[in-house]
């Protein structure tokens, strides 16, 4: 019965996954025929999974994805081929697809990185838009990717330890003496393309996605970036308890070897005393690991509350904490040994056990002139009770027993009464105790040592006969006894090492952050070991993607054909292998993020194609990567340092009209520096700017540029879409000189494509204070369509707009900054008179681009 | 990723189970009942356990543990960050989030959990897409679902999840289009004895309930962005807009979300709008105590202080209370301790004190610390850290909405030390 009903079951979701004109329907029922959990369904599901990876609609495909994971649980002999239908949806374009297939990798091949490669530039791209569960997933599969493809952006011995910079610069002259042409550190764009990408991440609402960003920050990102992610790691301490407590376990961890980034927040850690006992020493452990020289008198204060606490566990953690303090940083020792003998006097019994315990370790580090202490211990012994405690006194006593002479054999007398009372760990340290005795003081104690080893010969605990038998042996000679006995005192009472009092969390490093692995400290099943960085960066060129045309809309194949134009003047233009490379890099982004509306669509299923906008681009991905066309242009090349005022130094700029690689609202500028002197210069960087708010991405310091050499490199700047100049001093090694680069106001453009109609429709928007326009008379040889375009171009970098009527000429662009659209439309008159019309928000733009394109129309 | 759930009520029952994958026998809870006696309080109980075969990640809320088990390696606060959706959820469908409210209404809750994983894995957690699949109840369609038989499973398909909006669903219609904004800014402080600021900061939250026809692109602007130090957004809001001209650009869900919650710069100083004059004398001998504490205005920008209260856990030792409050009531809990003074409104000219003597258990030694003091307050029509909204525009819709704005300002975790 039950078989039968399960096999028409089958039947009827085969027939649903195959032939339901509803995509939602279609879903369902893989969902129904993925979950039944037998066996013998095996080649069926494998079939239907088959058939929905290639389903039109990406919801049945994600349905796909998930089937995968089902399937593999059920039958991993599947493997090889449902990696086959994970890479073919991990090819996928749509956000919908794109978290499911991950896990599903995650879950069957996770080390298949080479699946990867292809799609890595187009999963960093997808990221923001792509539900918040498939995020997490995505990020952590990426942070792993790029462990084992990207060089490490940390310096040699610089790793993280800020206290070592000392060490780093001896290790790096000593390195540079050894082979002086080691290259500085460049970032693999698509490293970088990754950081950029999933940086405004952290500001999700969902806790997950915070964390994971940020966990990818500290395992991928340079040293200085890492700081980023404290504020909203800080801001997730808001959030629910337990919430709080992943959050501040990894907080801990990190605080360990970098305690700056979470210094300024220190107060954020404050104990309230309505956290729950796990919260709290959390914040302890994190503000022991916080506290420094600076600091520590404040955090002192802090602790001097929560020893007072109700909450006696977390006293005795605080007491824990002050030892731990007093151990780092010496200047407070004193002070911290002062405050814990005044807790002795405390009522509560754990305090005060706890108290003996740290007093232990610290007098251990520095056990010059505290008898004083000791014979105040000593006087405590009886009315403590907590075994640990005792034992410690015991030990301090043994240890030291040479500074309380008088004391010592009385504490042993009162141990002797009470022996067979008392806990192991304190019978323990009596054995030992008296053997120190024995050795210093004999006289005394000989028969007490005695009585004791005969009470400790018929303990019932094993380990006290032990250590009794082994006592008896070393120190009371016979005539068995060998050449031991003789080093009987070297043994007993050799300087023992201080204890190292250290953060718990010390070890946890090894783990990566954010995982139930580094939460449990322990590795958990599944757990995927964070690889090391490679030493040499694998071949970069495994991720690029082969150009596909795109085959849209009339005004696309031009605006494409006119952008290998570029690209190909593009190349031969720029000097160093560097700067092309990235600008084919440049290209190659562009390509893709213009391809992704396309679909390749199978005739067969067309009909039942229209139900859906198969166009999964949200519109939030619009605003991250504006889609756009380069355009054609010549290159002006602009001085900005005359080699006779820069001693030697030359240097032009030119904007190569692309969008700027470090951040989409920075221009992007090449410079060319040249080296005319008969020197060669070093250290070549960017210094102070001004206004000192003007963001600039610097290009990495040039180590050294021989004489008649030039190079090129390139730059960003944020214009905030105003042609104020941006000022910034031009270093060297040994001057220093002023330059500054003033857009031009079309070069604050990026050009963006879209249709006749979308551009009347956003004109119709834009009308009225945001319309500028003037009547012009044009050369004749600039009268053709052609011709216009050109001169347009050259002055703004816009796209042109294709149209359907021959006297309008129009381009689209957006500001780089703000994004705001630009129009610019010219409408043919008669007698080579001509309308100029902009339209856009940016006003002050619009009238200086009038005037610009004006001088470039009307001029030969 | 998540293997199966299991509600488990305050008296450790387990009341509703449920598995994605194979089925996993109750008994694994037992690891976790032998850490939650341990822990006495249940705040106490650490979110992760480790079993030998499995792993254990809980939350607690509203008196109810939402137990999930895992067998392989996750991020844990993935995991939290679920079952705590889950819970928002129920909250969102039911009213509350309780062990009765969910026993009494079984089916829906399976067929939410049904929809919200699949195989372990986050399927359609945005409220909007749930609601669009299965309705939340209301009595009269139960009435009638009892007598026909039928379910609360929604005869339309959930178009929201495909769109580039997932968080809206399509076709929402109105006939009063309105949409309201709660400013809702919260002060965490920790004062000591003398008065002093220890620590404080302002931590903001828009709360947002927008009923709009169709698919409205609204624009939210501030008058003084500048203020906001760290924010966290609503997916909807287009953050390339907010970091380059500050303002919250967005389509919105449709009813009631959180559109930001942000952290005023800590370099602002914090205006504490009450000061708190407290003596709490604990006696050496004759086992009693005394209390004495008044409360006044400080900075307060010229508005009343409302529903102030004061809650003070006291020391284990503490037997009762014998208090005289000038204003508002005070009980005193004897099996918690926890002393709390409902005040009310604050009167600047007469101030609110509360004293008496507290009595001890005999031959009880005096408590080592005085309890401290939380304090709850509000005031309303005020942003305390001076934030305003500016303006709201709508594009993409021709009619007029009709706009809202209200300032709240609440105390968060807000103590007095003694």
């Known amino acids: 019965m039950l078989e039968s009903s399960k096999e028409s079951l089958k039947l009827e979701a085969m027939k649903r996954i195959v032939g339901d004109p509803n995509q939602f329907i279609r879903a369902s029922a893989l969902r129904v025929l993925s979950s039944i959990r037998v066996p013998i369904i095996v080649p069926i599901m494998m079939l239907a999974i088959k058939e929905a990876a290639a389903d039109l609609s990406p919801y049945v495909r994600k349905t796909s994805a998930h089937a995968i994971q089902k399937l593999f649980s059920l039958d991993a002999d599947q493997k090889e081929q449902l990696i086959e239908v994970i890479e073919k949806l991990l090819k996928d374009k749509s956000t919908l697809v794109a978290g499911s297939v991950v896990m599903a990798f995650e879950e069957v091949c996770p080390d298949r990185i080479d699946l990867i490669h292809k799609n890595y530039r187009k999963l960093c791209n997808l990221l923001v838009d792509v539900e918040e569960w498939g995020q997490v997933v995505i990020i952590s599969m990426l942070t792993r990717y790029a462990r084992t493809q990207f060089t490490s952006p940390w310096k040699e011995g610089a790793m993280f330890d800020e206290n070592n910079e000392k060490a780093f610069y001896e290790s790096d002259s000593e390195e540079k003496k050894g082979h002086t042409e080691e290259k500085p550190y460049i970032m693999d764009p698509d490293h970088r393309l990754l950081l950029r990408n999933t940086k405004p991440l952290l500001q999700s609402r969902n806790t997950a996605v915070v964390m994971s960003v940020a966990q990818l920050y500290w395992h991928l990102a340079p040293k200085h970036e890492v700081s980023i992610v404290t504020k909203s790691l800080v801001r997730l301490l808001r959030s629910h308890r337990e919430v709080q407590y992943i959050v501040l376990q990894n907080i801990a961890t990190m605080s360990i070897q970098r305690k700056g980034m979470f210094e300024p927040f220190m107060k954020s850690f404050y104990v309230r005393s309505t956290d729950a006992t796990h919260i709290k020493t959390l914040k302890l452990e994190i503000l022991t690991n916080l506290a420094n020289e600076a600091n520590i008198s404040t955090i002192l204060r802090e602790f001097q509350t929560y020893v007072k606490s109700q909450d006696k566990a977390f006293a005795a953690a605080t007491i824990q904490a002050i030892g731990r303090c007093a151990t780092n940083i010496s200047e407070v020792t004193d002070t911290c040994l002062n405050g814990l003998v005044l807790l002795l006097s405390n009522r509560d019994e754990t305090v005060v056990a706890e108290s003996v315990v740290v007093i232990k370790k610290l007098l251990q580090t520095q056990p010059t002139q505290h008898s004083e202490i000791i014979k105040h211990m000593a006087k405590l012994f009886d009315n403590i009770t907590v075994p640990m405690a005792r034992a410690s006194i015991l030990w301090l006593i043994g240890e030291y027993c040479e500074r309380v002479p008088k004391i010592a054999p009385d504490v042993l007398r009162k141990m002797a009464k009470s022996f067979t009372a008392e806990e192991d760990i304190v019978k323990l340290q009596t054995v030992n105790l008296a053997a120190k005795l024995y050795l210093t003081n004999s006289k005394q104690t000989k028969l007490l040592t005695q009585y004791i080893l005969n009470l400790g010969k018929y303990d019932q605990n094993y380990d006290i006969r032990d250590r009794t038998r082994f006592i008896r042996q070393l120190i009371v000679p016979s005539e068995k006894s060998g050449a031991l006995n003789k080093y009987a005192r070297r043994i007993l009472l050799a300087p023992k090492p201080a204890p190292v009092l250290e953060s718990s969390f010390k070890d946890r490093d090894r783990f990566q952050l954010g995982t139930l692995s580094h939460s449990l400290n322990s590795k958990a099943t599944g757990y995927q070991e964070l690889s090391d960085w490679p030493a040499v960066a694998p071949d970069q060129s495994v991720r690029n993607v082969e150009i596909i045309e795109a085959s849209g809309s009339d005004s696309e194949e031009e605006s494409s054909e006119s952008e290998k134009t570029s690209s190909d003047s593009g190349k031969s233009s720029s000097g160093s292998e560097q700067s092309s490379s990235e600008s084919e890099l440049e290209q190659k982004k562009k390509k893709k993020t213009k391809k992704v509306p396309q679909k390749k669509s199978k005739p067969t299923a067309a009909d039942r194609y229209s139900e859906i906008p198969a166009v999964c681009w949200s519109l939030r991905a619009s605003f991250f990567f504006p889609v756009t066309t380069s355009s054609f242009g010549p290159v002006k090349t602009y001085e900005l340092l005359h080699h006779m005022t820069g001693k030697g130094l030359a240097a032009k700029y030119h904007f190569p009209r692309q969008p700027c690689l470090y951040q989409p609202s920075m221009v992007a500028v090449q410079v060319i520096l040249s080296n005319s002197s008969d020197h060669s210069l070093e250290e070549i960087h960017i210094g102070d700017r001004s206004p000192a708010s003007l963001s600039i991405h610097c290009f990495n310091t040039i180590e050294r540029l021989e004489p008649e050499a030039s190079v090129t490199v390139s730059m960003g700047i944020d214009f905030s879409d105003s042609t104020q100049a941006a000022n910034f001093q031009l270093c060297t090694k040994e001057d220093q000189f002023s330059v500054s680069i003033q857009p031009a106001v079309g070069e604050l453009l990026m050009p963006s494509s879209m249709t006749e109609q979308d551009f009347c429709k956003e004109q119709g928007k834009l009308q009225g204070m945001n319309e500028t326009s003037a009547t012009i008379t044009m050369e004749t040889a600039n009268a053709s369509s052609q011709a216009i375009s050109k001169q347009v171009l050259s002055v703004a970098n816009v796209g042109v707009v294709s149209s359907s009527q021959n006297n309008f000429s129009r381009f689209a662009g957006r500001t780089v900054s703000s994004g705001a659209l630009v129009l610019v439309s010219l409408e043919l008159k008669e007698s080579s008179t001509a309308l100029l019309t902009i339209n856009t928000e940016k006003t002050v733009m619009a009238s200086m681009l009038l005037r610009d394109i004006k001088q470039a129309l009307t001029q030969a | ?418």
């Open chain 2, 1 to 418: 990723m998540i293997h199966s759930l299991f509600l488990i009520n305050h008296s450790g029952d387990i009341f509703l189970e449920k598995h994605w994958k194979s089925v996993i026998s109750r008994s694994v809870c037992d690891y976790f009942f032998e850490v939650k006696e341990k822990a006495v309080d249940p705040e106490n109980v650490p979110p992760v356990l480790q079993t030998p075969h499995h792993y254990l990640i809980s939350i607690y809320r509203g008196k109810l543990f939402f137990l999930s088990v895992v067998q392989t390696e996750v991020p844990p606060l993935f995991v939290i960050e679920f079952l705590h959706r889950v819970a928002d959820t129920f909250q969102d469908y039911f009213g509350e989030c309780s062990e009765g409210v969910i026993k009494d209404n079984l089916v829906t809750v399976y067929e939410l959990l049904e929809e919200m994983l699949d195989n372990g894995f986050p399927l359609a957690t945005e409220s909007n897409v749930l609601k669009e699949m299965i309705r939340p109840p209301n009595i009269l369609r139960s009435v009638v679902n009892t007598l026909t038989g039928g379910s609360n499973v929604g005869d339309t398909l959930p178009t929201g999840q495909l769109s580039n909006v997932p968080w809206r669903r399509a076709g929402v219609k109105y006939t009063n289009n309105e949409a309201y904004f709660d400013v809702v800014e919260e002060i965490d402080a920790i004062l000591d004895k003398s008065g002093t600021t220890v620590f404080a900061e302002i931590q903001g939250v828009v709360e947002a309930c927008v009923r709009l026809t169709g698919m409205p692109d609204l624009t939210l602007s501030f008058m003084n962005p500048r203020l906001l130090d760290d924010m966290s957004f609503h997916p909807c809001v287009r953050f390339k807009r907010w970091e380059s001209e500050r303002v919250l650009s967005f389509i919105p869900p449709d009813g009631n979300f959180t559109l930001m919650t942000y952290h005023v710069s800590s370099q602002n100083l914090v205006a504490i709008p009450v000061y708190v004059k407290q003596n709490i004398n604990f006696f050496e001998t004759g086992s009693c105590g005394r209390l004495d504490i008044t409360i006044g205005p400080k900075q307060n920008m010229g508005k009343t202080v409302e529903g102030l209260m004061v809650t003070i856990h006291m020391p284990k030792v503490v037997l009762s209370a014998n208090l005289t409050a000038t204003q508002g009531n005070y009980t005193y809990d004897l099996t918690t301790k926890v002393l709390v003074w409902d005040i009310g409104k604050l009167n600047p000219q007469k101030l609110p004190n509360l004293r008496g003597s507290l009595s001890m258990q005999a031959g009880a030694p005096k408590p080592e610390e005085n309890p401290s003091l939380n304090i709850d307050l509000k005031i309303q029509q005020l942003a305390i850290s001076g934030l305003k909204v500016s303006r709201l525009d709508m594009y993409g819709e021709k009619y007029k909405p009709f706009k809202g704005v209200k300032y709240l300002t609440k105390a968060g975790k807000f103590q007095v030390r003694t």
